[in-house]
């Protein structure tokens, strides 16, 4: 073993014999291209929807809540698609949350939520996660679209403008505080701050 | 055989007339209007839910106070309850909304509980949205002020008979 990585470094070490300097510097550079193009071209394909209805657990829950919204269907036709709330935009942060994806490729693995029954188990800890997240960044997905500075409250009807002229204009309260379960129903919100009683009792529903 | 044909024929005339003489005397289907059974309505276009927060009058007392906003997309199962988000007794100083009375607290025996009365849970069975429309068909109610001002009613039996 030793022996054989003495031997690649070896080869490594030595200056090329053959090869120009010239050709060198340009293979490097189109290589570089070619791979960099490439890595990112692979990335943005696992932020597109068909990427990620792929797996039936994403079709056949989120996705089809989706669709009832107004972020999938409404007067303009404009529409969010997945990665446009659940994948940040700028390119460091993008990749950190394809990193922490790795563990949904492990939850698809071992099938933690491959039945309706199990989503719906695990649903409160995979929305807090989001909610914390979009809490952490101040909602920075909302507001790759909705920015603050471009509201007309005069537009807005006459609650959403006192709430957004107040709460989130000071910055106490950001979207996500909010506007939780705008395109995906809610788990049991008990327990959930601003959702349930402060009593932590929540009605005797089952 | 002949006597059975007659009576058929007589009997379909007896119905296509009955038919033509209650389409002529105006019973038609409220909702359907004159389109012939085999053919399809042409349903109205939605209409615009009215969204202008303003509270509007109850047409009684008891009467269930109508939603005066929008509740598109509001979720209202036994998960979650976007109504009480805001109208919760404990989210009233951040929201401003109308609180539920007194009366939503209350279980059936009358005790007033620290949460929303699984009872009264469900806001929609009696709180409605309003939209910008024109009633379906004619409506006569009269509030009870306006009958009271019309039979003089407002007094008592004793009161209206004259004092002897």
Known sequence: MKNFLARYWRILRRPPVHLSFGLIIVASFAAGIIFWGGFNTAMELTNTEPFCIGCHEMRDNVYVELQDTIHFTNRSGVRAKCSDCHVPHDWTDKIARKMQASKEVWGKIFGSINTREKFLDKRLELASREWERMKANNSLECRNCHGYEYMDFTRQSKRAADAHSTYLARGTHTCIDCHKGIAHQLPNMAGVPMWSPKSEEAPALQ | ?164
């Open chain 2, 1 to 164: 055989m002949n006597k059975a044909c007659l009576r058929i024929v007589l009997l379909a005339c007896g119905l296509l007339a009955t038919a033509a003489a209650a389409q002529q005397s105006g019973l038609v289907d409220a909702m359907r209007g004159r389109t012939p059974l085999a053919e399809e309505t042409r349903p109205p276009v939605l209409p615009n839910v009215e969204n202008k927060d303003l509270r509007r009058e109850r047409a009684y007392t008891m009467q269930p106070p109508t939603i005066p906003h929008k509740i598109d997309g509001y979720q209202l199962d036994k998960n979650a309850n976007r109504c009480l988000f805001c109208h919760n007794r404990d989210r009233i100083p951040e929201t401003q909304a109308i609180p539920l009375s007194v009366t939503h607290y209350m279980d059936r025996d009358g005790n007033v509980r620290a949460a929303i009365s699984p009872r009264r849970y469900f806001c929609t069975q009696c709180h409605v949205t309003q939209t910008e429309t024109k009633p379906l068909v004619d409506n006569t109610f009269q509030d009870v002020d306006a009958v009271l001002k019309r039979t003089g009613g407002a007094q008592t039996k004793a009161e209206r008979t004259p004092a002897r």
